[in-house]
């Protein structure tokens, strides 16, 4: 699609029209934000002709910053957080919850540990089964890390050993928030494959399990019903019999009390985040993407005031604009494929397709636009669709309502070289409404002169400005380390920190002698992925353009 920055600034809307009445958990979480205080009209003369010099892509192995911006290294793999355990692998979503609303400088981190390149983290080389210690190695590294950090003298830092400090991995006990057995258990054992997430009304972490077959294989089902059991990534399968169907939910984690659930309700798949909406009677709206190729984009809309389990779940129709409910006693198609609502939701995908569901080009990231309430949705890519930069989605929902079951969906902008971004992946709107997005072209067509994605060279994060002198236009103002990805983007209370992650850097390395990425450049010069916290004059001044 040819980029047009009028019309995007037309499908982002004006902050000048006012902001959207949005639940005050909006205003306090770090992705979906209201504006927090009003520029001054000073002000706003000073910024008409603000100009953002950002970043070139580059293939340096470093993390470049706009002028304006820096950055400290917060947490990396394998920092100790407590005295039995430490920082796990490949970090991916953030999230910061205050103490409270008087504490705003101190709180509880949660990080993401998507996944493990076996090379690095359990030294198993491809040849032969895993020993069970290398298992073990793995399944430590995925999960989350809840870590309490504190802001002083304009820093953040780990509060080492913390009583609150814990890791999520594995083999941790988890609950399962659903009234029947899932594959014969009410509790299972760990959590895996954990990309990006949200945040709760109540000041619960949510982190959303993608990947999952990779752990532990998949169970598919052929014409007739029958059912077989697809090999995993990891062989994990062959040291623990835990079953398929306990991954793949969005857990919430406590950061208080350290208790977790899955929310079997919202469905089973690979889902790359979960936003939620609350509306006025309390009842919560969630919506979800399922991150392949010709996966779908879902909505949980609850029937009770809290409750992410009693409601029920859509998949989105976007060629119709409607949703589709996937509830089981009124879908005869469902009727005759499913015993009941349970496996419905445990094979949802499976579900959605017989529904009608469209097909879509890797449903990432979620978040809803705090100026105009619109439901905005990353679409990475699709190479089989020849769809290989990726757009992003516009979602309106009928009249404004969250819970309607009729919407309009648009693509505004298309990733490519001449609008100067590829595979859109994390989203995150600051207090002003301005619009940040990170990038995730694959570290094995990354830099080849032989692939489409040439131009770009290494992953970055950018921002696209919502009034000013530079609105509508997509800035880079940063360049990710080589083989990395950067994920995650969340702001801190106050709008002045940016934190967010390095993922998978040196993520093609073949020899541990001669790693493709240093970064963060330790003394041992090996690759760590690592949570960052950025700070600068650059971003307070994106702050003031929303007025």
């Known amino acids: ?53 950002g970043v070139i892509p580059s293939d340096k192995d470093d993390l470049l910053l706009a002028d304006g911006l820096e950055y400290q290294l917060l947490l990396e793999w394998k920092d100790a957080i407590n005295e039995e355990d ?53 399944m430590y590294n995925v999960g989350g890390s809840v870590v309490r950090i504190r802001k002083e003298n304009g820093k953040w830092k780990p509060l080492k050993n913390h009583a609150d ?27 895996n494959s ?51 169907e306990h991954y793949g939910w969005v857990v919430e984690v406590d950061p208080k009390t350290g208790t977790a659930q899955k929310h079997v309700a919202l469905g089973r798949f690979a889902h790359e985040c979960c936003t939620l909406y609350e509306l006025e009677d309390k009842r919560i709206v969630a919506y979800s993407g399922d991150d392949k190729a010709d996966e779908h984009l879902y909505k949980f809309i609850g029937s009770k005031p809290g409750s992410l389990k009693e409601g029920t779940l859509y998949v989105a129709d976007t060629v ?24 419905v939701l445990v094979r949802a995908r499976e579900a959605a397709k017989l529904l009608g569901a469209t097909p879509l080009n890797r449903p990432e990231d979620i978040e809803i636009d705090p100026i105009t309430g619109h439901v905005i949705v990353s679409l990475t890519n699709n190479k089989s669709k020849g769809d290989y930069h990726g757009s992003l989605l516009k979602v309106v929902e009928k009249d404004g309502a969250f819970d309607a079951l009729t919407f309009t ?69 940063a360049s990710a380390p080589r083989d990395a990805e950067l994920t995650g983007p969340w702001f801190a209370p106050d709008g002045k920190t940016l934190f967010l992650s390095v993922q998978h850097p040196g993520e093609q390395t073949k020899d541990l002698s001669a790693p493709t990425s240093t970064w963060p450049h330790n003394p041992d010069k090996m690759p760590k992925p690592a949570v960052v916290a950025i700070t600068g004059p650059l971003i307070e001044k994106m702050h003031l353009l929303g007025d």
């Open 320 to 343: 119709n604009g409607v949703w589709l409910s996937m509830d089981w006693a009124s879908q005869p198609k469902l009727k005759a494929r499913f015993k009941d609502q349970t496996e």
């Open 165 to 191: 400090n814990r890791r999520f991995t594995s083999q941790t006990p988890i609950a399962l928030n659903w009234d029947h057995p899932v594959a014969g258990a009410t509790e299972v054992r760990g959590t």
């Open 409 to 477: 969906a648009s693509t505004y902008m298309a990733g490519g070289e001449e609008n100067g971004f590829s595979c859109p992946d994390n989203l995150a709107f600051d207090f002003a409404g301005n619009l940040w997005m990170t990038s995730d072209i694959s570290g094995s067509a990354m830099n080849k002169e032989d692939k489409p994605y040439m131009a770009f060279k290494n992953n970055g994060l950018f921002v696209i400005p919502r009034v000013g002198a530079m609105a509508g236009k997509v800035i880079q103002v």
């Open 86 to 138: 430490y920082f796990g692998f490949n970090n991916d979503f953030v999230c910061y919850i205050p103490l409270d609303a008087d504490t705003p400088n101190e709180g509880w981190l949660w990080v993401n540990h998507e996944y493990v390149n076996p090379f690095f983290v359990s030294g198993y080389d491809g040849n032969g089964p895993k020993t069970k210690e290398q298992v073990d190695q793995e």
């Open 194 to 244: 954990n990309c990006s997430g949200g945040i709760t009304p109540w000041n619960t972490f949510l982190s959303c399990e993608e990947n999952y077959q990779d752990c532990f294989g998949e169970r598919v089902y052929d014409a007739n019903n029958q059912a077989s059991l697809e090999a995993s990534y990891y062989g994990w399968e062959q040291q623990y019999n835990y079953p398929t």
């Open 1 to 53: 699609m040819a980029y047009s920055r009028r019309k995007f600034i037309s499908f982002l809307g004006q902050a000048s029209v006012g902001a959207m009445v949005l639940p005050p958990f909006l205003a306090a979480c770090g992705n979906s934000n209201t504006p927090k205080k009003k520029a001054s009209p000073e002000q706003l003369e000073a910024l008409k002709n603000f100009v953002i010099k």
